[in-house]
Structure formats: C-alpha cells, structure tokens
C-alpha cells in the first residue's frame, strides 16, 4: 500500500499519484488530502519530527507498507527509474528506506521507529506483551483471585440463603455446596466460551430466565413461611 500525503492542487502531489497508480494499481494507494483533514496534517508533521526530515516541510510524502509494515518514505516527485531504484535498495538491505528531500537514502534500522511510523500512518499501535517468569507471575494471579473472589453481591445472597436454610443444620450444608457448585460451573463455562451457546441457540436463555423465576420464588416463599413460623 502507498499512502501519499500532499495536496490535489500540488502537480508534484498529482504526478506521483499517477505514476504510482499506473505502478501499482488504484487499489493499492491512500491519498490524504492535507488541506481537507487535520489529522492527517498531524500525522505529516508527525512524520517529519521523527523521522528527523528537516525544518522545510515538502510535499508529496510517500510511506510504502508491505505486509502491514512500512519499508520505504519518501520525499518529493521521481520518476519510475527512480522509484524501481528505490525498491532495489529495499530489497538489497533491511531496515526502513528513508528518501529525503535532496534524494538521499538512509536507513533506519531501530524497530520502535517503524514501529511508530506504522502507529501514525495506519492509526493503530502494536499490542504490546509483557513477559513474565512463573516467580512473577503466580503471586500476582493469586492476588488478583483472592480480589476477584471478595463479591459483595455473592456473600448477600450466600448469607440470605443460609438464613432461610436455618431450621435445618444439614440443609445448610447442601445450600452451600449447592451454592458454590453452581459459582464454579458458571465460571468454568464462561472460561471455555460456553457462555456463547446463548447466542446460537437462543431459546435457552428464556429456560434460564424461567428456571431463576421459580427458584427465586420458591426462595421468597420459604422464606416468608420461615418467618411466619
């Protein structure tokens, strides 16, 4: 892909788009139109800074991806002979191909700048993966259960259920097991992606709904009765 930063009413701007469109295809070009969008003014400039092209700000500014990755910016309108060049020096050496504004080549090399330059131009940034050793990382995924484990919602309904399963000691037992055998089912499917089931076989969830109805009313009603008593 060649994203081309300049203006329409620049025949330089006009040129390159043409030789590149006769190169490539229509397809595969990306002019963004300075003078009708800011952000792309900012990303221009933002270009030029890190890139360290100079104080003079000149256009067309071409930034070639292959892959998804950038590997040629270049400055200024040339010829196809100049362009086939280009791509030469691309393929003999690796790292980004940096064409100024005098027509000199340099190359970078450090991956956070092309990195950066991709982040700019495409608008997204490379996910970044933290690596951690087993030593680093088992104390902070136990922590971050023993957290997620302390529910408010969960210990007032574990508590109202053992207040309405009082009258019997051993029913407090299976109210609990029950109760803790159903918190683990339920993560464990929401952990397998089972969860989804529900949106391709869609009448289950009106079962669910209906089944949480009764028991939630059977619970009121036991417990009414508890109270009555």
């Not at 956070?112 to 030593?135: N, W």
Request: hydrophobic letters at 50%; a negative charge.
């Amino acid at each position: 892909m060649y994203y081309i930063y300049g203006e329409m009413a620049c025949s330089a701007c006009r040129s390159t788009k043409e030789l590149l469109t006769k190169m490539c295809g229509e397809e595969h070009i990306v002019f963004k139109e300075l003078t009708i969008n800011e952000t792309y003014m900012d990303e221009y400039q933002q270009l030029y800074e890190i890139l360290e092209l100079g104080d003079v700000y000149q256009i067309p500014l071409v930034v070639v991806f292959k892959d998804n990755d950038p590997i040629i910016v270049c400055i200024g309108n040339y010829d196809v002979e100049t362009w086939k060049k280009i791509f030469q020096i691309q393929k003999d050496m690796e790292g980004l191909i940096i064409v100024d504004t005098n027509g000199q080549v340099k190359v970078a090399m450090q991956e956070e700048l092309m990195v950066k330059v991709k982040e700019i131009v495409l608008g997204v940034a490379e996910p970044r993966i933290e690596k951690m050793s087993l030593e680093e990382a088992f104390p902070v995924v136990i922590g971050a259960a023993l957290a997620d484990s302390v529910n408010p919602c969960t210990f007032s309904v574990f508590t109202a259920l053992l207040l309405i399963a009082t009258a019997r000691g051993r029913k407090i037992v299976f109210t609990g097991l029950a109760f803790i055998f159903a918190i683990y089912a339920m993560y464990f499917a929401m952990g397998f992606g089972l969860i989804k089931i529900f949106y391709y076989i869609s009448f289950i969830k009106w079962i669910v709904a209906a089944l949480a109805l009764v028991f939630g009313s059977l619970s009121i009603l036991s417990g009414l009765r508890g109270f009555k008593s």
